[in-house]
């Protein structure tokens, strides 16, 4: 299937530090594409690669399973890392969880974490009868666009394919018992009001990870998808300057064109 107009991956070559941005479940690179433009505009080499099964039609995700995902930034991690002396992973709800085990399992590959309203488990009594609902139900309502801000919208689907929820839900158990294994530097920010992730799940997030050097950032004027929201800029910012401090290079190195 054709990938959506707005859903398609980007990569800027810039200096040599990277950052691979990880978007969430069911929705696309539009998602954090503001973000990831901001990064390569000061120098960053970014990747920001489309998940399998995302950015087409819901049914394609049905096919899919949490180690394809995974997979991709996995790939995209290893990618950079060859390019650049220094890489930082960096995510959006889902996309936040992805980065986490991208740091848990790459050790000093990565330089440290950056997640906007990190999921770390699938919420209510319905995620207990996934096992057994997928097979008798194939989809439920849509997740996407959980936006604060007039106008602007997130490109996902309207529908949530049920086995691909059921394998974020094994996935997310999964990393739950990996994230002492974080001890990269962490910047966590999470938004007041947030109607897809709670706030108890960037609570579980730091009180999991081994990271000494921590920083959680409060949005109080986003809902979910924040890097579309009216904290966009303060994420991206916030992102930049925690990257910046890390490697103190950042901006001083000459960019090519993006694309």
Not at 171 to 181: K, M, N, S, T, Y
Not at 208 to 220: G, M, P
């Amino acid at each position: 299937m054709p990938v959506l107009p707005g859903a398609e991956p980007y990569r800027h070559q810039g200096g040599e530090v990277g950052v691979l941005l990880c978007h969430g479940f069911t929705g696309s690179p539009q998602s954090l594409r503001p973000w990831a433009e901001h990064h390569a505009a000061h120098g960053l080499t970014v990747s920001l690669p489309l998940l399998p099964g995302h950015g087409t039609r819901w049914e394609d995700m049905q096919l899919t399973t949490w180690q394809d995902w995974y997979a991709e930034v996995d790939r995209e991690l290893r990618l950079l890392a060859e390019r650049c002396s220094r890489v930082f992973v960096a995510g959006l709800s889902m996309g936040g969880a992805l980065a986490l085990r991208l740091a848990a399992r790459h050790g000093e590959r990565v330089a440290g974490t950056v997640v906007v309203n990190p999921a770390n488990r699938v919420h209510g009594l319905s995620a207990y009868a996934l096992p057994v609902a997928r097979h008798l139900v194939r989809t439920t309502r849509g997740i996407a666009s959980d936006i604060a801000k007039e106008g602007a919208a997130e490109l996902g689907y309207d529908r949530v394919p049920l086995h691909a929820a059921h394998s974020l839900r094994v996935f997310l158990r999964r990393l739950d018992g990996e994230l002492p294994q974080v001890t990269q530097p962490l910047l966590l920010l999470r938004s007041a009001r947030d109607h897809v992730v709670p706030a108890a799940d960037s609570a579980r997030v730091l009180s999991r990870v081994s990271s000494a050097d921590i920083t959680e950032v409060v949005l109080e004027h986003s809902y979910h998808v924040a890097t579309l929201d009216k904290d966009a800029d303060r994420v991206f910012e916030e992102s930049l300057a925690f990257i910046g401090r890390l490697a103190p290079d950042v901006g001083k190195e000459g960019t090519a064109a993006v694309g």
